[in-house]
T-cell receptor, first 116, second 115 residues
Framework: DTEVTQTPKHLVMGMTNKKSLKCEQHMGHRAMYWYKQKAKKPPELMFV???????INESVPSRFSPECPNSSLLNLHLHALQPEDSALYLCASSQEFPSNGQETQYFGPGTRLLVL | AQSVTQLDSQVPVFEEAPVELRCNYSSSVSVYLFWYVQYPNQGLQLLLKYLSGSTLVKGINGFEAEFKKSETSFHLTKPSAHMSDAAEYFC?????????????FGKGTLLTVNP
């Protein structure tokens, strides 16, 4: 099973709302990632968790708050977002991190977020 | 930092015609290269990757890519396109970040397949 699941598939929120995105994998992977993808652009790395600890934060604004409650689950808490944060949010996982650069990342289908 | 360049933002082909999607990378001592495909409204799926060894890499769905160090290229090819191949294709490189690596993607190439 090489599946990464994400919920919800679609989310509409106002700028004052608080919402959360959820990502789950059962492949025993120890690294999990959040990416942001704007329309017709490549994915941009936001966060990396390794063994449930935050390893990389790509200078993401604090209105995005990641959480890794256990090795299978990754959340992204959203608060006071801006319309420009509207995008496809992708979760991914890989076997290990620190990486040796060779691991395959397995991506979920994404959550399409619209901020009004 | 490592980078990849996909010069073609869109490549139109006819069904059953050959496909070539171009990717060039910034030179480095060692480089790990990936091709991912993204179908509409879906996540990314690995097509193939080059780590070392044989420079001709075969992937899923009949795609293959050849690593050419002298040309710093990693072009993706398929002998005969199917309608189902229509998608966005991303070339990516493992980019060292301190003692770690992260994936850095090219801008993507949209493959359109016409009947």
């Amino acid at each position: 099973d090489t599946e990464v699941t994400q919920t919800p598939k679609h989310l509409v929120m106002g700028m004052t709302n608080k919402k959360s995105l959820k990502c789950e994998q059962h492949m025993g992977h120890r690294a999990m990632y959040w990416y942001k993808q704007k329309a017709k652009k490549p994915p941009e790395l936001m966060f990396v968790y390794s063994y449930e600890k935050l390893s990389i934060n790509e200078s993401v604004p604090s209105r995005f708050s990641p959480e890794c409650p256990n090795s299978s689950l990754l959340n992204l808490h959203l608060h006071a977002l801006q319309p420009e944060d509207s995008a496809l949010y992708l979760c991914a996982s890989s076997q290990e991190f620190p990486s040796n650069g060779q691991e395959t990342q397995y991506f979920g289908p994404g959550t399409r977020l619209l901020v009004l | 930092a490592q980078s990849v360049t996909q010069l073609d933002s869109q490549v139109p082909v006819f069904e059953e015609a050959p496909v070539e999607l171009r990717c060039n990378y910034s030179s480095s001592v060692s480089v790990y290269l990936f091709w991912y495909v993204q179908y509409p409204n879906q996540g990314l799926q690995l097509l193939l990757k080059y780590l070392s060894g044989s420079t001709l890499v075969k992937g899923i769905n009949g795609f293959e890519a050849e690593f050419k160090k002298s040309e710093t290229s990693f072009h993706l090819t398929k002998p005969s396109a199917h309608m189902s191949d229509a998608a966005e294709y991303f070339c990516a490189v493992s980019d060292p970040v301190g003692s770690n690596y992260k994936l850095t993607f090219g801008k993507g190439t949209l493959l359109t397949v016409n009947p």
